[in-house]
């Protein structure tokens, strides 16, 4: 008997599993197709494509910093200055040139600087890796801005111009500089001193009156100088170059201020007469 019963049961088990597999089955037939559907179709479209160019992102928020490089949407304002930035990466980026911040620091010199590239181009020096290439001539450099510079130098382009004289420039870095000979604006500030600068550079080339540093040395005798453009010209005792042309005569000269000390002579000008 009991096997019997054990019968039953297995067959009347095996009856209600399949008209539960039934009704399981109707279940997906009706409600879940349409959103089975979807999920394929969401996990297809992860991409999120923007509309003005061919770009796409895998989420909303990526899109939507992306589309602000479109629009003249600018929400991110400097709380020390008066410009406004679209992304937030960039506005803290700017705010160090406010704060003096530069986390990023080389191993392999105590230099530190506030932008990750900025970092990655300085080790090139040490490294002398020159990754880009130029395509007319067969110098390299160790940054892309560099090249692009130089490049610039080939094609005389100038793409960036003054919005107040007629001035352009073809790199952004030196029209903002530039700028400055109008707005006088001085952003560099020396810390030992009451003298600001309108250039980084320029700065940095101040503070050595300061430290008394010398970091150029003469390759071909034991001067130092604390600029590159003292060492530019001294080196020019040695190799005799002199880019200085005249115009009106033959003469040449090693520095700018001598060949126009001898275009006087050509004018009849005397800046010196009493």
């Known amino acids: 008997m009991n096997s019997s019963s054990e019968a039953d049961d297995t067959h009347c088990s095996m009856a209600v599993n399949a008209d539960i597999d039934m009704m399981v089955k109707e279940e997906i037939e009706v409600?879940?197709?349409?959103?089975?559907?979807?999920?394929?179709?969401v996990s297809v479209k992860q991409e999120r494509e923007c509309s003005q160019c061919d770009k796409s992102f895998p989420s909303n928020s990526l899109l939507m910093r992306h589309q602000r490089t479109h629009s003249d949407e600018k929400s991110y304002l400097c709380n020390q200055c008066d410009n406004i930035?679209?992304?937030?990466?960039?506005?803290?980026?700017?705010?160090?040139?406010?704060t003096g911040e530069n986390p990023?620091?080389?191993?392999?010199?105590?230099?530190?600087?506030?932008?990750?590239?900025?970092?990655?181009?300085?080790?090139?020096?040490?490294?002398?890796e020159k990754p880009y290439q130029c395509n007319k001539c067969d110098k390299a450099f160790s940054q892309k801005?560099?090249?692009?510079?130089?490049?610039?130098?080939?094609?005389?382009?100038?793409?960036?111009?003054?919005?107040?004289?007629?001035?352009?420039?073809?790199?952004?870095?030196?029209?903002t500089i530039h700028q400055r000979k109008?707005?006088?604006d001085n952003p560099y500030q020396c810390n030992q001193c009451d003298k600001a600068f309108s250039?980084?550079?320029?700065l940095i080339n101040h503070k050595?009156?300061?430290?008394?540093?010398k970091p150029y040395q003469c390759n071909q005798c034991d001067k130092a100088f604390s600029q590159n453009s003292s060492l530019i010209k001294h080196q020019r005792t040695h190799t005799g170059d002199k880019p200085y042309q005249c115009n009106q005569c033959d003469k040449a000269f090693s520095?700018?201020?001598?060949?126009?000390?001898?275009?006087?002579?050509?004018?009849?000008d005397n800046p010196h007469q009493c």
């Open 199 to 202: 250039h980084k550079g320029v």
């Open 85 to 98: 930035f679209s992304q937030k990466d960039n506005l803290i980026l700017h705010q160090r040139t406010h």
């Open 255 to 268: 520095l700018k201020g001598n060949l126009i000390r001898h275009q006087l002579t050509h004018s009849g």
């Open 31 to 41: 409600y879940d197709e349409p959103v089975l559907s979807q999920d394929v179709e």
């Open 182 to 184: 109008h707005t006088g």
């Open 145 to 175: 801005g560099d090249l692009i510079k130089h490049q610039r130098t080939n094609t005389g382009d100038k793409p960036y111009q003054c919005n107040q004289c007629d001035k352009a420039f073809s790199h952004k870095s030196n029209l």
């Open 208 to 213: 050595r009156t300061h430290t008394g540093e």
């Open 104 to 128: 990023y620091h080389c191993n392999q010199c105590d230099k530190a600087f506030s932008q990750k590239d900025i970092l990655i181009g300085h080790q090139r020096t040490h490294s002398g």
